[in-house]
């Protein structure tokens, strides 16, 4: 199936998604306008089109340059060097980059029989991130809306079961929240 197949294929089964400007590598990417349009979506996915295998869900903070207070700026000791790890250097923003308060939430569906990838795309706000669950679709959406839910804080409604996945529960925050600040936990010193 090529993507022309496939993209006149979605324009008349789904024609509420668009075409991302910008495609994840050099798979067809669709925009999705809303988090309504998620389920839906994903069932004429899986039921119509064959894409009955979820294989990556994945966020981006778009807020801008990460704090310097998510770091922990201990020295970093490499016993295999003499002058000890590389430092780390704190993260800047890029001027002129369009940063705003959002997740951009992507979706890779696979049709393994037609080797075709499919990646669905929304841009949902950082306050009170929220978007459905597909683990009524996907068994394999379990683990990894958990990890999104630990690491940037994105709920997944209607989830079984959303508890940490990676961190432990008294770590405050979500890590990969680009305002997210360490706050110090028995393991510090």
């Not at 009955?52 to 966020?59: F, H, N, P, T, V």
């Not at 430092?87 to 075709?116: C, D, H, K």
């Not at 679709?137 to 999104?148: I, P, V």
Request: proline content about 8%.
């Amino acid at each position: 199936m090529t993507q022309e197949d496939l993209l006149s294929k979605l324009a008349a089964k789904l024609p509420h998604l668009e075409k991302a400007a910008a495609p994840v590598k050099d798979y067809l990417t669709m925009r999705m306008g809303s988090a309504d349009d998620l389920i839906p979506s994903a069932k004429v996915l899986k039921d119509d089109l064959g894409f009955d295998y979820l294989e990556m869900i994945s966020a981006t903070d778009w807020l801008g340059a990460v704090k310097p207070e998510g770091y922990i700026r201990n020295p970093n000791p490499n016993v295999f060097l003499a002058e000890g790890a590389t430092p780390q250097s704190i993260p800047t923003a890029t001027p002129g980059y369009n940063y705003r308060p959002m997740f951009g939430v992507l979706w890779l569906f696979g049709n393994i029989p037609e080797r075709a990838r499919l990646f669905l795309r929304l841009e949902i706000a950082r306050e009170n991130a929220r978007v459905p669950s597909l683990t009524g679709l996907f068994k394999s959406a379990d683990w990894q809306e958990r990890e999104l839910y630990d690491l940037m804080g994105i709920r997944f409604e209607g989830h079984p079961n959303l508890i940490k996945i990676l961190t432990p529960e008294f770590t405050q925050g979500h890590p990969l929240r680009k305002d997210y600040v360490h706050i110090k936990d028995k393991y510090d010193e």
